[in-house]
């Protein structure tokens, strides 16, 4: 009943740019907040960015803030995540999900992979 379906990933080298797409259900789009979160090869899964239902309000991680930006289109139920300046830290497979606070609320798609080289 929910999906959630990442695309836009790829390999992009060193401060080069990407933009992300997620196409949500309306059941989770329309919750409240968005949010996208990421997972590094041999790492835990990490926050990286939210977006209130509004668009009004943005909240992103240290490590992203600066150079990534978050926006959604509710009308088409898309959320995106703008990506700048990338770093070979960036590397990971890259999800999209309803948030409260720092945490996923549905369960999760598959993901774009995103491959940041030197």
Request: hydrophobic letters at 35%.
């Given at each position: 009943?929910?999906?959630?379906?990442?695309?836009?990933?790829?390999?992009?080298?060193?401060?080069?740019?990407?933009?992300?797409?997620?196409?949500?259900?309306?059941?989770?789009?329309?919750?409240?907040?968005?949010?996208?979160?990421?997972?590094?090869?041999?790492?835990?899964?990490?926050?990286?960015?939210?977006?209130?239902?509004?668009?009004?309000?943005?909240?992103?991680?240290?490590?992203?803030?600066?150079?990534?930006?978050?926006?959604?289109?509710?009308?088409?139920?898309?959320?995106?995540?703008?990506?700048?300046?990338?770093?070979?830290?960036?590397?990971?497979?890259?999800?999209?999900?309803?948030?409260?606070g720092t945490k996923a609320l549905d369960?999760?798609?598959?993901?774009?992979?995103?491959?940041?080289?030197?």
């Open positions: 009943q929910v999906q959630l379906g990442e695309s836009g990933g790829g390999s992009v080298q060193a401060g080069g740019s990407l933009r992300l797409s997620c196409a949500a259900s309306g059941r989770t789009f329309s919750s409240g907040s968005m949010g996208w979160f990421r997972q590094a090869p041999g790492k835990e899964r990490e926050f990286v960015a939210r977006i209130s239902w509004s668009g009004i309000s943005t909240y992103y991680a240290d490590s992203v803030k600066g150079r990534f930006t978050i926006s959604r289109d509710n009308a088409k139920n898309v959320l995106f995540l703008q990506m700048n300046n990338l770093k070979p830290e960036d590397t990971a497979v890259y999800y999209c999900n309803a948030v409260a369960a999760w798609g598959q993901g774009t992979l995103v491959i940041v080289s030197s």
